[in-house]
């Protein structure tokens, strides 16, 4: 199914499990991208970007607002898993297989690229672990990555286009995790189990930014609003559109 021109694919977690052990038994680079409302009101100003997900092998349902979207399209409401979990399924297979991941880190990031390696290998004993901290504007830098599995933690849209930059006969799989590595080195708290549940996350996250300074406040205030009130009437806008040109 599409949102607004995007791609997203409607499988559950078992399913999309799956499609990672074969992605890695695939001699071929495979990108993943993790959908929220906010990639796709992105992706509407941004036709690279569009592109990248709309080509990418597997696109996952991350954020609550696409259920709502399918919901309106009257289709049976594609099962969410958020980028932080899937993240944790992927070092799990890759500890297990004994795959080298690559992570290209955000050096302006909130954690520092040994600290994610130390909580990756203390989470994840003898998990093979390489890296290198970049500048996320430089989003067209193309590395020699000879690792199996490459993580982007720049955010969207530049993680998903510097991933795309990094094809190559090696790498199998590549997927952008925005700041879920923060997760991990507690430098950031995930929401509660009963809030990840129902998809409100966002008010945790806006809960969190009231200890940032103002302009923290402001940016995250301004990222809410478009995916809880902005996405929504403009999925409306679209379905009402669509009905006229049809009648």
């Not at 909580?119 to 199996?148: A, C, E, F, H, M």
Request: proline share 2%; hydrophobic share 40%; net charge positive.
């Amino acid at each position: 199914m599409k949102i607004l021109g995007v791609k997203i694919d409607k499988f559950n977690r078992k399913e999309i499990l799956q499609k990672v052990e074969f992605f890695l038994a695939e001699n071929k680079f495979h990108q993943i991208a993790t959908i929220n409302p906010e990639f796709i009101l992105l992706a509407q100003d941004d036709s690279e970007f569009r592109d990248i997900l709309n080509q990418s092998a597997l696109s996952v349902v991350d954020g609550i607002g696409l259920k709502f979207a399918s919901w309106l399209s009257f289709q049976r409401a594609p099962k969410r898993f958020t980028g932080a979990d899937l993240l944790q399924k992927i070092l799990e297979i890759a500890k297990k297989k004994q795959l080298e991941i690559f992570l290209a880190n955000n050096k302006d990031g909130l954690s520092s690229l040994e600290q994610i390696k130390k909580s990756l290998i203390q989470k994840y004993p003898n998990l093979k672990v390489t890296g290198k901290d970049l500048d996320r504007k430089n989003v067209s830098q193309k590395l020699d990555i000879q690792s199996l599995i490459v993580f982007c933690n720049f955010g969207a849209p530049w993680q998903e286009k510097f991933l795309n930059c990094q094809k190559n006969d090696t790498i199998r799989l590549a997927m952008g995790v925005g700041g879920a590595f923060d997760f991990l080195t507690r430098k950031t708290q995930r929401a509660p189990k009963w809030m990840q549940k129902f998809g409100l996350e966002w008010i945790w996250r806006w809960l969190q930014t009231q200890k940032t300074s103002k302009s923290q406040k402001v940016k995250r205030g301004q990222r809410i609003f478009r995916s809880v009130i902005v996405f929504p009437w403009k999925v409306i806008f679209d379905k009402i559109r669509t009905y006229d040109k049809k009648n």
